[in-house]
């Protein structure tokens, strides 16, 4: 079965930098989406950033300007590298994997929560924790 392992997180103060890491294993499809979602203590899941097997990617207007998402086809790695850390980054992280038409969904609606509902693959998630 599919298998979306995270790890990376921690704490950091504001202005920090983390890179998140997800190692897959199991997806067999040759074309995917994958990309990171977050979710905050009492808010809803929203999504961060998306990639396809092409490559393309998509980032949240939360994400823009500050966080770069990649992968690694050898390492069977994604990758969320973030620069400029806020507080209102701080929550858990969580790797995500789909067919490819996912990332055509966020792509058009990429802050609209219920993107996340296209999403079936979910990771058990990694914390980040921003401080001022």
């Known amino acids: 079965q599919v298998q979306l392992v995270e790890s990376g997180g921690g704490s950091v103060q504001t202005g920090g930098s983390l890179r998140l890491s997800c190692t897959t294993s199991?997806?067999?499809?040759?074309?995917?989406?994958m990309g990171w979602f977050r979710q905050a203590p009492g808010k809803e899941r929203e999504g961060v950033a998306v990639?396809?097997?092409?490559?393309?990617?998509s980032y949240a207007s939360s994400a823009k300007g500050r966080f770069t998402i990649s992968q690694d086809n050898a390492k069977n790695t994604l990758y969320l590298q973030m620069n400029n850390l806020k507080p209102e980054d701080t929550a858990m992280y969580y790797c995500?994997?789909?067919?490819?038409?996912?990332?055509?969904?966020?792509?058009?609606?990429?802050?609209?929560?219920?993107?996340?509902?296209?999403?079936?693959?979910w990771g058990q998630g990694t914390q980040v924790t921003v401080s001022s």
């Open positions: 995500v994997a789909d067919l490819i038409f996912a990332c055509r969904v966020f792509t058009s609606r990429a802050d609209d929560p219920l993107v996340a509902g296209h999403f079936g693959y």
């Open positions: 199991g997806y067999t499809y040759s074309t995917y989406c």
């Open positions: 990639i396809d097997s092409d490559g393309s990617t």
